[in-house]
């Protein structure tokens, strides 16, 4: 599938479109997914044009997962999750619904179901309390 340079995630990268961002690099950029799963779910894409994983550059999918696990240590500081998924999906048949690769990372926490997948926007400001705190620990961290 060729690389649609207007998905929803490249104007993000382009700054087209607002984003609550919690991390960025040269290579990559870290956000809040704005229907999340759960608190603190959070997607990390690189920068570099890919669709799936299959199309990402050895050194982009690198990065990524890199910054995957910097992140998610972060994050599950800041929610106190006792665990976290992290999923990637290739293609609409195994779910993807933004044709620009992405990493999810979704706290989880015992007894509590995942909400639906991109169904339900959270509020902007609950949205904009959690990032303060994965960022604040994404700072203490680097020391
Ligand atoms: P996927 O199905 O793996 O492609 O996941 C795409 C994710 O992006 C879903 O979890 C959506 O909730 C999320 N999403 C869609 N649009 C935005 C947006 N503008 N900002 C943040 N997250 C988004």
Known sequence: MPYDKNNVFARILRGELPCIKVYEDAQTLAF???????????????????VTLLD??????????????????????????????????????????????HFHIIPRFPGLKLKPHGREKADPDRLDQIAARITGELMAARG
């Open 32 to 50: 809040l997914d704005i229907m999340p799963q759960s608190d603190g779910h959070t997607l990390v894409l690189p920068k570099e044009p890919a």
């Open 56 to 101: 990402l550059s050895p050194e982009g999918a690198a990065a990524c997962i890199v910054v995957t696990r910097r992140v998610a240590a972060a994050i599950q500081r800041a929610v106190g999750a006792p665990g976290l998924l992290i999923s990637q999906f290739n293609g609409e048949a195994a779910g993807q619904t933004v044709p620009h690769v």
